[in-house]
């Protein structure tokens, strides 16, 4: 046996000194907890047609079986029919299922977190109505328990859970605003004491792409809001949310929502990105059951709702442009409409890609897929659907509203030489702000 494939690396990863059989009961219990009366009605209604496997970009780009999604939940599915199925006291005195096993979990990783982005393309096609997005999110609170996740997820997690965000500490952020404020001449307020507005970020916004969060300082200012954004909470991606970590999924959460209260603040505005409408605006209910004390939109909604009501002027700038629709923000979230008001808003011609709106292509780096390294080369080749489509339409603009899209986008560009620039909406309005 040569040396290196003795010292290969096995096809997932592991957190914790937990041994085997631990793992399977974390795993287990987990699951069992999330089998609802939805859940189960969902797990049950399957009738094996294939449309989810035509709807999955990972399987258009690969071709392979395993990358159908209701696939993906095998483990998830067996686990119900043993354990909480109308049937299951006779499903396992018969041995009718097989019990799910640490190597099924292992090799099942791969599955639900390199080869899904919760995109919810799938939940569209079935014709059962099946919510297999849902259904991948309800399985990675399992994976999770058992320490079962992509190790750089779950260093973002553990990052998360000390600082606040996967990439920035709390304490930097008033030196972080500063410079940005200072690099694109336009004032950021931080830590007021008082504000109608708390404004958060995402992780690129405080990083590479630091225009977008100026920009939107921009127009804030412009319209005469009073608003900051504060250390009590400022991230809103929520890492929690991709890997299944339920429990910082609701710490980051609650930070926003608190702090927004805390502050007097009646809204919180979301940055371009998806995963953090998803959480935020969707699942944040999941902790405030009398219903949420602030308003939480998205950057999309908010340039939408202001140039509607004749706050905020643009400039039109008369070429043509397609647009990418972000997954949580469309399908998962219905703001259709409002981004494409806006382009119109801004003069653009729309030429619509091949799949737009509720059924449009993911960019394939959504749910933690663009964080997780060992991911590339499945991320690239789905990448090229998109690419296709978008040299398809002859455009000249190409734009989206997220951020985490954007950065799948630019990498996917990258690594293929396609030289057609993804462009943030938000900078669009920004720069074409009328006098």
């Known amino acids: 046996m040569s040396t290196a494939t003795a010292t290969a690396k096995p096809g997932f990863d592991r957190q914790g000194t937990a041994g085997d059989d631990e793992r399977l009961d974390a795993a287990?219990?987990?699951?069992?907890?999330?089998?609802?009366?939805?859940?189960?009605?969902?797990?049950?209604?399957?009738?094996?047609?294939?449309?989810?496997?035509?709807?999955?970009?990972?399987?258009?780009?690969?071709?392979?079986?395993?990358?159908?999604?209701?696939?993906?939940?095998?483990?998830?599915?067996?686990?119900?029919?043993?354990?909480?199925?109308?049937?299951?006291?006779?499903?396992?005195a018969l041995g009718l299922v097989k019990a799910p096993t640490i190597a099924d979990l292992?090799?099942?990783?791969?599955?639900?977190?390199?080869?899904?982005?919760?995109?919810?393309?799938?939940?569209?096609?079935?014709?059962?109505?099946?919510?297999?997005?849902?259904?991948?999110?309800?399985?990675?609170?399992?994976?999770?328990?058992?320490?079962?996740?992509p190790e750089r997820l779950a260093l973002m997690d553990r990052t998360a859970r000390q600082w606040g965000s996967p990439a920035t500490?709390?304490?930097?952020?008033?030196?972080?605003?500063?410079?940005?404020?200072?690099?694109?001449g336009v004032p950021i307020p931080c830590d007021l004491a008082q504000a109608d507005v708390l404004v958060t970020a995402a992780p690129a916004e405080l990083g590479e792409h630091t225009k977008a969060l100026a920009d939107a300082a921009k127009i804030l200012n412009r319209l005469g809001l009073r608003w900051t954004m504060h250390q009590g909470g400022f991230d809103a991606s929520n890492i929690g949310f991709n890997n299944g970590d339920l429990e910082l999924q609701e710490r980051l959460t609650r930070s926003l929502i608190d702090t927004a209260v805390k502050i007097g603040a009646r809204t919180v505005l979301l940055p371009e990105c998806g995963h953090a409408y998803g959480a935020a605006r969707w699942d944040a209910a999941r902790w405030y059951p009398q219903g949420l004390p602030v308003r939480v939109i998205h950057m999309t909604e908010f340039l939408d709702e202001q140039i509607a009501a004749g706050r905020l002027r643009v400039r039109p700038i008369g070429h043509t442009a397609t647009f990418h629709d972000p997954c949580q923000i469309v399908r998962r979230g219905g703001l259709e409409a409002a981004a494409r008001r806006v382009l119109a808003a801004l003069g653009f011609e729309l030429i619509e890609l091949d799949a737009h709106g509720v059924t449009g292509l993911c960019c394939g780096g959504?749910?933690?897929?663009?964080?997780?390294?060992?991911?590339?080369?499945?991320?690239?080749?789905?990448?090229?659907?998109?690419?296709?489509?978008?040299?398809a339409t002859g455009a000249e603009h190409f734009v989206t509203s997220c951020g985490q899209c954007r950065i799948t986008l630019e990498m996917g560009a990258r690594q293929a030489g396609w030289t057609k620039k993804t462009e943030s909406l938000l900078e669009l309005v920004a720069d074409n702000l009328a006098d």
């Open 28 to 92: 287990m219990k987990s699951f069992v907890s999330d089998f609802s009366v939805t859940v189960g009605l969902h797990l049950e209604s399957c009738v094996h047609c294939g449309l989810c496997a035509k709807a999955c970009h990972f399987h258009l780009a690969t071709g392979e079986a395993r990358h159908t999604p209701i696939w993906k939940l095998e483990p998830f599915r067996r686990a119900y029919l043993r354990q909480a199925s109308p049937f299951a006291p006779l499903v396992r």
């Open 106 to 149: 292992q090799q099942w990783q791969e599955l639900l977190y390199d080869a899904c982005t919760m995109c919810g393309r799938c939940t569209t096609a079935c014709p059962m109505g099946i919510d297999i997005a849902e259904l991948i999110r309800d399985a990675r609170h399992g994976m999770f328990k058992a320490g079962l996740i």
């Open 366 to 391: 959504g749910g933690g897929v663009v964080s997780n390294q060992r991911a590339a080369p499945l991320r690239h080749q789905v990448f090229a659907l998109k690419q296709s489509q978008v040299d």
């Open 169 to 184: 500490p709390a304490e930097d952020l008033p030196d972080i605003l500063a410079e940005v404020s200072a690099t694109h």
